[in-house]
């Protein structure tokens, strides 16, 4: 099972970016799905979730600024990035874990850059 996510850049400091997550359909509606990050020299974060009854949660850092949402008939996850900062700049992965389950698969990354 292999997540894709897209949509990554170079985006200017208070710019906007979208970042998808294609999920397989087998395992989307049942799975909770998370965007993480990881910057150079740093650990890999969480960014924002959301699970298939739409309830989301978002890191601190990014809150008021990142908005998650999912599609469900094209099985995608959307990571809406406003008001970018160049501290966000990072990889960003994706990741489904089916509920219930420990199984988690990861996307492959996508490279976001923030820079004048």
């Known amino acids: 099972v292999q997540l894709q996510a897209s949509g990554g850049g170079l985006v200017q400091p208070g710019g906007s970016l979208r970042l998808s997550c294609v999920t397989p359909?087998?395992?989307?509606?049942?799975?909770?799905i998370t965007w993480h990050r990881q910057a150079p020299g740093k650990q890999r974060e969480l960014v924002a979730g959301?699970?298939?009854?739409?309830?989301?949660n978002y890191a601190d850092s990014v809150k008021d600024r990142f908005t998650i949402s999912r599609d469900n008939v094209k099985s995608t996850v959307y990571l809406q990035m406003n008001r970018r900062k160049p501290e966000d700049t990072a990889v960003y992965y994706c990741?489904?874990?089916?509920?219930?389950?420990?199984?988690?698969?990861w996307g492959q990354g996508t490279l976001v850059t923030v820079s004048s």
């Open positions: 959301i699970t298939g009854g739409l309830n989301t």
């Open positions: 990741k489904a874990q089916p509920i219930g389950t420990t199984t988690q698969y």
């Open positions: 359909g087998s395992i989307f509606s049942a799975s909770y």
